[in-house]
């Protein structure tokens, strides 16, 4: 079934406005319930609805209104209202003495099968079914009760009956306004008695403004007691100065016409208390012409504690509840502003995105409760920083914003984020602990035409360009980012697509012995055949594929399919081969809590054995220095499965010998970047010697990689280097091809690769 919660929601709202501005208008007690009757009856699509009046002696009786639609017949009416007129409801009997003993609103969901609905047999002949009814409350007392009938059996929802009770107190308060009007007419003592236990301050006044009504609600409202008051204008008692001019033009200006628009309203003004403050009130004002002239009365209550609460509430909704910033919604809405008042003729308008470098290694370290500190830290700083026209809201986590109107260029802008990079570097002081934050930062400046979100979201990949480019710095937005933000963008949504269709391959690097030339070891290396863009190398898809997570399941694919192949090539190698595989670990995978699982189990499912063949996994120095005591022990389980580690890029990640010792190596690969050069430049060759005589002293292997001339051969093999790997050897190649290989004689093999 569909939900029309939010549909009826507002057909109930619209009841009770219609309800509240009939009250307000109305002449009489009468003319309100008809009034009321008539609405509810419209709205709710009920047939018939009664008022029934409270008498001296507490009991209810009919007042004679009734409201009847058109789908009940008037002759089977008349039945039903001669006998509910002919009754009199004592508290407790019937369904209208059930709601008056109670003071709730009470449903039937059939009438004509309640034992204590009097009029039960008339209902059914009549053929009304469900009933509902609720009080009308004036003060402690309830002076009326209101039914109404339908035609069928219905179950009434919880919400109608709340809005008839919300119904009753509007329509009590027309009681209440009736009884005031009355006293007017009485003895003054009376009407003092009878306007002093009213719970809104009542005021009255001559066409002159002069006060002459003023209850004990008034005296605690604003604060003047009934002496100091009575001859005052309310305008030079209750009316703020600002506002005294147009009181006083509205008065006249009924006076002149006989009529006024906010006569009857409900109106929200700022009053004067005694004291000088002013406060909100929610007043009513209406007027009565008698011989002597024009009177004026008023009912109202003060609102304060009702606009303070919109106030939080509205604070709540557009500022962040930890640093007290702007929040998304408030930022976006003074950027919007902020474009729609630029035009050609006026500066220009940046945004600059700031988000903190390694964050969560503070929330790591020293707890989400320092973590916070740091984030309430640095939004006081980003506030000395910013102009009394700038606005500098958070995001979300350790991303803020700040929106910088009148800037004319990049270089302007430029000095704000150095400044910002400037008022962050001193260290924050959390108790005993001294933390120090830098943070990216993306400019976008504001272009012709430009949409909020759209500039948002430039500054906000310019600092992601700002981050991958060494962080703590920041950087300009430019069009070439978009376009490489979507190319991500595609390959991202390529590559979730590519494990299940199949699309990526194995490609193999041989790896030869540099004194003898024949093959040792190959080295697998991963491609994609992209549908569209065609055979794809590590570097187009890797980074985006470490970035966004897939590089796990990827990694997996890619030792499993390794392991397969090994387990065949260990069938077919000769005896005393010494074939040995290498796959490539990234970060990402260094780091996975399953890898020791994963791995295992791929050697158990394969059937690869890591003592018919070496196995091996290269990392970089870079991804194990991210976390070097869990690299550690990552890599000797991996040691204990029989794999063998390699370093990858030496000498160009973190280049620190310490941690050779620490982490179970057994093969060192020099970057090619020491070895284009080697034959000529003799700091290369220094190098790849300390390297080598470095990792033989620890009984290591050493690696060349990016091995392409006989030059470059001859001089890694003067220096005492194990292997060579390179396009001098071999391009990388399918499986196939290797297997075709592995096939021929040694002697051929080496032949074939060279």
Not at 222 to 234: I, K
Request: aromatic fraction near 6%; charge should be negative.
């Amino acid at each position: 079934m569909p939900d029309h919660s939010e549909e009826l929601a507002t057909t109930y709202i619209h009841l009770l406005k219609e309800v509240a501005v009939a009250t307000n208008e109305a002449l009489g007690v009468e003319t309100a319930l008809l009034a009321a009757l008539r609405s509810i009856c419209r709205v709710t699509g009920w047939s018939l609805g009664h008022a029934l009046r409270s008498r001296a002696d507490g009991n209810l009786v009919s007042s004679g209104l009734w409201h009847l639609q058109e789908d009940l017949p008037t002759d089977a009416f008349a039945d039903f209202r001669r006998a509910s007129e002919a009754l009199c409801f004592a508290p407790g009997v019937g369904l209208p003495g059930r709601v008056l003993a109670s003071g709730q609103p009470l449903a039937l969901t059939d009438a004509r099968h309640q034992a204590d609905f009097l009029r039960r047999d008339v209902a059914a002949s009549t053929g009304l079914a469900a009933a509902f009814a609720f009080p009308v409350h004036a003060g402690e007392n309830i002076t009326a009760v209101l039914e109404f009938f339908a035609t069928r059996p219905q179950q009434l929802r919880p919400e109608l009956l709340e809005v008839m009770g919300q119904i009753g107190v509007l329509l009590g308060r027309v009681f209440e306004r009736q009884a005031a009007q009355s006293a007017l007419h009485t003895s003054e003592e009376r009407s003092r008695q009878i306007l002093d236990s009213a719970g809104d301050a009542f005021i009255a006044m001559d066409a002159e403004g002069r006060i002459s009504a003023w209850n004990k609600a008034a005296v605690n409202q604003f604060g003047w007691s009934q002496a100091e008051v009575l001859g005052r204008t309310v305008a030079d008692t209750i009316v703020p100065l600002q506002y005294r001019e147009a009181h006083q033009r509205g008065m006249q200006r009924f006076l002149a016409q006989g009529q006024s628009k906010v006569l009857g309203q409900r109106l929200e003004l700022p009053a004067l208390h005694r004291d000088g403050r002013e406060f909100p009130i929610e007043i009513t004002l209406w007027s009565l012409q008698e011989a002597q002239g024009w009177s004026f009365f008023a009912f109202a209550h003060d609102i304060s504690a009702r606009k303070q609460a919109e106030q939080e509430l509205e604070h709540r909704a557009l500022h962040d509840p930890l640093t007290g910033l702007a929040n998304r919604v408030l930022v976006m809405d003074r950027l919007r502003h902020c474009l729609a008042r630029r035009d050609d003729a006026q500066p220009g308008l940046a945004v600059l995105f700031i988000d903190l470098d390694h964050f969560k290694r503070i929330n790591d370290s020293f707890g989400h409760d320092a973590g916070d500190q740091v984030l309430i830290s640095v939004a006081q700083r980003l506030q000395r920083v910013m102009r009394p026209v700038d606005t500098v809201a958070r995001l979300a986590g350790d991303e803020f914003v700040l929106v910088c109107p009148d800037v004319a260029n990049y270089r302007d802008a430029a000095v704000i984020a150095q400044r910002l990079q400037d008022e962050l570097a001193p260290a924050i002081q959390l108790k005993d602990d001294s933390i120090f934050v830098a943070a990216s930062i993306g400019i976008a400046m504001a272009t012709p035409g430009v949409e909020a979100e759209k500039l948002l979201g430039s500054a906000d990949i310019a600092m992601y360009e700002a981050k991958s480019s060494g962080r703590a710095h920041y950087q300009l937005f430019d069009e070439q980012m978009q376009m490489q933000v979507a190319s991500r963008l595609r390959i991202e949504n390529d590559l979730h697509r590519a494990l299940e269709r199949g699309e990526f391959r194995l490609h193999f690097q041989p790896i030869v012995a540099a004194a003898s030339g024949q093959v040792a070891a190959v080295e697998a290396l991963l491609r994609w055949q992209h549908p569209e863009r065609g055979l794809l190398a590590p570097a187009e898809f890797l980074p985006v594929a470490e970035e966004c997570g897939l590089i796990v399941p990827i990694g997996t694919w890619v030792i499993e399919q390794t392991c397969r192949l090994a387990h065949s090539w260990s069938l077919l190698r000769n005896a005393g081969f010494p074939l040995s595989v290498a796959i490539n670990l990234s970060a990402r995978q260094l780091i996975q809590s399953d890898l020791i699982a994963t791995v295992q189990r791929i050697f158990n499912t394969t059937a690869f054995d890591p003592a018919r063949i070496e196995f091996g996994f290269e990392v970089t120095e870079t991804a194990v220095m991210r976390d070097p005591e869990a690299a550690a022990v990552t890599l000797q389980a991996l040691r204990d499965l029989g794999a063998r580690i390699s370093i990858d890029d030496f000498g160009t990640g973190y280049s620190s010998l310490a941690y050779l010792k620490h982490f179970p190596v057994d093969t060192l690969k020099v970057d090619r970047s020491f070895v284009v050069n080697l034959a000529q430049d003799p700091v290369d060759q220094a190098i790849v010697r300390s390297v080598t005589d470095l990792a033989h002293a620890l009984k290591m292997v050493v690696v060349a990689e990016g091995v392409e001339t006989e030059e470059q051969a001859q001089a890694l093999r003067r220096l005492d280097v194990d292997l060579l790997q390179g396009f001098l050897y071999a391009l990388p190649q399918p499986a196939e091809q290797l297997e075709a290989l592995l096939r021929q004689d040694l002697p051929q093999a080496a032949t074939a690769l060279a």
